[in-house]
């Protein structure tokens, strides 16, 4: 696997090395600083390989962090390693930079010595290595807790403490949703999907078992259900169990944790239908766009911001907004930009726009770029997943209240003209 880790700071000075197999010697880190870091106009790939040696890096505020090593190892596994050892700094000294390195080196090399084994990554949960790998202050809160340190370091629940407790055991579940939408000119919708996540947050007391249920179309009968596709789960999660009956089976981690992602692209509720007109007259351009919510009226969409692309040479602009907000024209953008504090479902609101040319002996043809939304609106879900049920279990048997909440928000929403 990694035969080192080396973490220099933007000069190229060489902060911390830690070598963990005989195959590369300390030489190597002067290696990565002349032909990546020092090198004027390289290519910054973030795989480099000199020979059989390859470098994986990422930059962190004033830091390269360096990974080296001599197989054919798995690069997204690397990379995930070493974006994970920047989120420990973070969690152990509140920001991870050079000074924070220099005023904690022994901490990080101790840091290191625990995540990676002869070069193969352990356990970095946080809350884990925090038990045990701890600043002087707090060394001696350690022994107490040693039988549970040996249980998480070595057992299955790496994620979550047995002693964590609350007064009050609440659940708080999102489902977020990104709607990508493109749209032809002639109205054709020729790409309509959703990117999914579900983000819970946990403050449940002991060790909890947790089922969750949607409506998944292979579960349901195939009106009512949703085909979600290229699900990936938090390590908590029984796949076993998934496989089986669909049922998301975990014991959560304690506090926010990203619980799933899914894909939708079948029967995608669209939130708002734009209808453009966009007519060139000689020196002007007309501009005249619709745009109507097609949720509930139950519902509202909030910080929507529609961006309509003007002509370079645009000089002046007359707007006109029949409906809900404001627009204005901005000529650093080279767009016109509606900005609708709140719109009703159901409700619509239109533009009326004259934008005036500057005269030029050879105008430049027009590209026409996309109308782009965003927005959000809560309590509606494009892909029309819902949550079915979240149920708690615990040998306390302590009563738990749940909460869910949905929000839809624009991913890549555009619509030719």
């Known amino acids: 696997m990694l035969s080192a880790v080396f973490i220099y700071n933007q000069k190229g000075e060489v902060l911390i090395s830690r070598l963990y197999r005989h195959d590369v010697k300390r030489s190597v880190a002067d290696v990565f600083r002349v032909h990546v870091i020092s090198a004027v106009g390289a290519a910054r790939s973030p ?21 080296v090593a001599r197989h054919n190892v798995n690069a997204a596994l690397v990379f995930e390693f070493l974006y994970r050892l920047l989120g420990l700094g973070v969690a152990y000294f509140g920001r991870f930079d050079e000074e924070a390195v220099k005023n904690n080196f022994v901490l990080v090399y101790e840091l290191l010595d625990e995540v990676l084994d002869f070069g193969y990554p352990q356990n970095l949960e946080v809350d884990t290595l925090k038990l045990y790998v701890t600043t002087e202050s707090v060394r001696t809160r350690a022994a107490a807790v040693a039988p549970q340190i040996t249980m998480q370091a070595t057992g299955a629940m790496a994620w979550r403490r047995q002693d964590i407790a609350y007064k009050k055991n609440e659940a708080f579940v999102d489902v977020i949703e990104s709607v990508n939408l493109l749209v032809s000119a002639k109205g054709t919708v020729l790409r309509a999907d959703v990117q999914g996540q579900i983000v819970m947050r946990s403050f449940l007391s002991g060790m909890p078992e947790c089922k969750f249920g949607l409506n998944d179309k292979l579960l349901l009968d195939q009106a009512s259900g949703v085909e979600i ?7 908590c999660v029984r796949l076993g169990r998934f496989d089986v009956d669909r049922t998301i089976s975990f014991i959560p981690p304690d506090g926010e944790f990203e619980l799933m992602r899914y894909r939708a692209a079948d029967n995608v509720n669209l939130p708002f239908k734009v209808l453009p007109v966009v007519r060139e007259r000689g020196r002007q351009v007309e501009y005249e766009v619709l745009v109507k919510a097609n949720f509930s009226a139950k519902l509202s969409a909030s910080g929507m911001v529609v961006t309509i692309p003007t002509p370079p040479s645009a000089t002046t602009c007359r707007i006109k907004v029949s409906g809900a907000g404001k627009a ?19 409700q619509e ?11 030029m002996s050879k105008p430049a043809p027009w590209s026409r770029p996309p109308i782009s939304l965003d927005f959000q609106v809560l309590m509606f879900t494009a892909s029309g997943l819902l949550v079915r049920f979240l149920k708690v279990f615990e040998k306390a048997n302590y009563p738990s209240v749940k909460w869910v909440r949905y929000m839809t928000k624009a991913g890549s929403y555009q619509i030719r003209i």
Do not use: M
């Not at 609101?349 to 005269?359: E, G, I, K, N, Q």
């Open 349 to 359: 609101t239109s533009l009326t726009a004259v934008v005036d040319l500057a005269a």
């Open 229 to 235: 596709a290229d699900c990936q789960f938090h390590q």
């Open 328 to 346: 204005k024209y901005h000529p650093e953008e080279n767009a016109l930009v509606w900005k609708i504090s709140r719109l009703q479902g159901l």
């Open 47 to 67: 795989v480099t390989t000199l020979g059989s040696t390859s470098f994986f890096h990422i930059r962190y505020d004033n830091l390269w962090v360096c990974a």
